[in-house]
């Protein structure tokens, strides 16, 4: 037994440890253990930044357009606004022995011009339409009863008329009873990325204002 004992620790070998523990404890085996788990926590990390970043920058993206849109909108309603008030101040003004702005309709649309129209990150105005209004009851109709039909005088966003004047300002009540009018802007707001457009208008009705 005491012969046992000394060969034991001559040769220091536990006999208490089994051969799995001391394969685990092997340094080369844990530093494989390390490898593989960093490998499968990358490759997890990859997955989720993949899923989770994808709908973050959607978020952001719609974010921003709707705010660049919003601000697009405003922008137009702005210069219809500007619009309405020019052509119900200038009235029955029509001066074609002048070059352009020369009548009520392209006096308002250059100051519409000038006010953003033109000039609004995103947004292309595509059409600007002068329509003659009629009211029965409250309620507003398109008037009739011009060349085309409809009294509407249609131009491009810097005062060019699309085909012919319909609806002449020559013409235009301005009396103690005067004529209802309708602007309408048409414009598109194209996304920050990409090429892809939305149609939008803004719709304003309006009395002209009786002129001294």
């Not at 921003?64 to 601000?71: D, E, K, R, V």
């Amino acid at each position: 037994m005491q012969a046992q004992i000394a060969s034991i620790l001559a040769f220091g070998v536990d006999r208490s440890v089994s051969p799995g523990t001391a394969a685990l404890e092997d340094p080369t085996i844990f530093t494989r253990e390390r490898r593989l788990r960093r490998r499968r926590a990358s490759g997890q990390g990859l997955v989720e930044f993949a899923i989770v970043g994808g709908l973050l920058f959607f978020l952001i993206f719609s974010v921003m357009n709707a705010g660049f849109y919003l601000y697009g909108a405003n922008a137009m309603q702005y210069a219809a606004d500007i619009g309405v008030a020019t052509i119900a101040a200038e009235g029955n003004y029509n001066n074609t022995g002048i070059p352009q702005p020369n009548n009520a309709d392209t006096i308002a649309i250059a100051r519409m011009d000038s006010d953003g129209l033109t000039s609004t990150p995103l947004v292309s105005v595509t059409e600007i339409d002068i329509y003659k209004e009629s009211v029965v009851n409250g309620v507003f109709s398109d008037a009739t009863g011009c060349a085309a039909g409809t009294c509407v005088n249609k131009y491009t966003a810097n005062g060019t008329v699309i085909g012919t004047v319909q609806w002449s300002p020559a013409v235009r009540n301005v009396g103690p009873t005067p004529d209802y009018a309708k602007l309408v802007i048409h414009f598109q707001y194209t996304l920050l990325i990409g090429t892809t457009t939305f149609n939008s208008t803004t719709i304003n009705l309006f009395r002209l204002e009786p002129q001294q």
